[in-house]
């Protein structure tokens, strides 16, 4: 790669920028049915194998009446669709498709994945054909640094009804990671780590789940299922001499997914309506995760609390983390929005 940050300026990359937010980028699938038993497998593997998720024999029954696409849905498979399309790698071995570039060059080496929003507004069938209409939203330069938030909006396009809005922030840079650098977040169980004494608490903390394990491996499997290339979660190798990390990373979609189904496994009456995140620090394979889930309480209409009821419905709001269970820190937290559906008589 030819070092192209000498010729990168405000004007190259207001250029750039203006080329880029005019394009769409259109991905299209079809939400089979294997991909998701793939992926509900590979999770029973990391939890269930140590007895980390206890379920009881009225949450088995009621995950059996649900459509077996509406849970896995909700609890991500569309990261296995609409994926990129590997086209034009990048060093790092990531499509450039949407990455910075200066006269055809390349002009960051290392990309990292910082925060997300889903919005779910129904769910597909199975065999149906999954549209994915993808943009730039914004972009930021600051200091050496570039910040880009990409917008993606599924809908089945037999019908062109919208299934999912997801929003991914990515920051795009030259410099590699500094440990030092890192002010870790701790999860405070008094206060629910908002560090305010607002009315928003937290209620009905769910201690984390006994320590489980994500092995390189485990990371291969997934990036199989989602085509991703990226080396950071492949290549130990490249990860110590070309982005100063110790080992390979845990993708980001990855931790999402591990957050969504778990809570899913513990509330199978809830259907999300959005789930909103950020990452914290670098997750690394092989350290021992926790997740913890919090319910939220607040004002009518706040972060948090029982703001609706209608109809046998109830609207309730959780802070969901993923953490180190021996010191605390926080991976990755976000603000999880559903709906509690009236009660199954079985």
Not at 328 to 335: A, K, L, N, P
């Amino acid at each position: 790669m030819r070092n192209a940050t000498a010729g990168l300026t405000k004007d190259s990359i207001q250029r750039w920028a203006s080329h880029i937010q005019k394009q769409l980028f259109v991905l299209n699938d079809v939400y089979k049915p294997q991909p998701v038993k793939q992926l509900h497998d590979f999770f029973e593997r990391i939890f269930n194998y140590q007895n980390h998720l206890i379920e009881t024999v009225q949450q088995q029954l009621l995950l059996l009446l649900l459509p077996s696409s509406q849970n896995a849905w909700y609890w991500g498979s569309h990261f296995l669709y609409n994926t990129q399309l590997n086209k034009t790698l990048g060093t790092d071995g990531y499509d450039n498709y949407q990455a910075p570039v200066v006269e055809d060059s390349q002009v960051f080496s290392r990309r990292l994945w910082t925060r997300g929003s889903l919005r779910f507004h129904r769910f597909p069938l199975l065999e149906s054909p999954l549209k994915c209409c993808e943009k730039i939203n914004s972009i930021k330069h600051i200091q050496e640094n570039l910040f880009l938030q990409v917008e993606r909006k599924i809908c089945d396009e037999s019908s062109s009804k919208l299934l999912l809005t997801e929003m991914r922030g990515f920051v795009y840079t030259n410099q590699k990671h500094k440990p030092e650098m890192i002010k870790s977040r701790i999860y405070n169980n008094n206060n629910n780590n908002n560090n305010n004494n607002n009315s928003s608490s937290s209620q009905n903390i769910d201690t984390p789940v006994p320590s489980f394990r994500l092995s390189p491996r485990d990371l291969l499997y997934y990036s199989q299922l989602t085509n991703n290339l990226h080396k950071i979660h492949l290549d130990p190798v490249y990860c110590r001499h070309f982005e100063g990390l110790p080992d390979v990373l845990v993708h980001g979609p990855l931790q999402v997914l591990l957050l969504l189904y778990y809570f899913a496994k513990l509330h199978p009456l809830i259907v999300p309506q959005s789930f909103t995140y950020r990452t914290y620090e670098p997750c690394y394979a092989q350290e021992e995760l926790g997740i913890v889930v919090s319910e939220k309480l607040g004002g009518e209409g706040g972060e948090g609390g029982y703001y609706m009821q209608d109809e046998g419905k109830t609207d309730k709001v959780f802070e969901l983390t993923l953490l180190n269970v021996k010191d605390y820190r926080i991976y990755m937290q976000g603000s999880y929005k559903g709906t509690l559906q009236a009660q199954v008589k079985l």
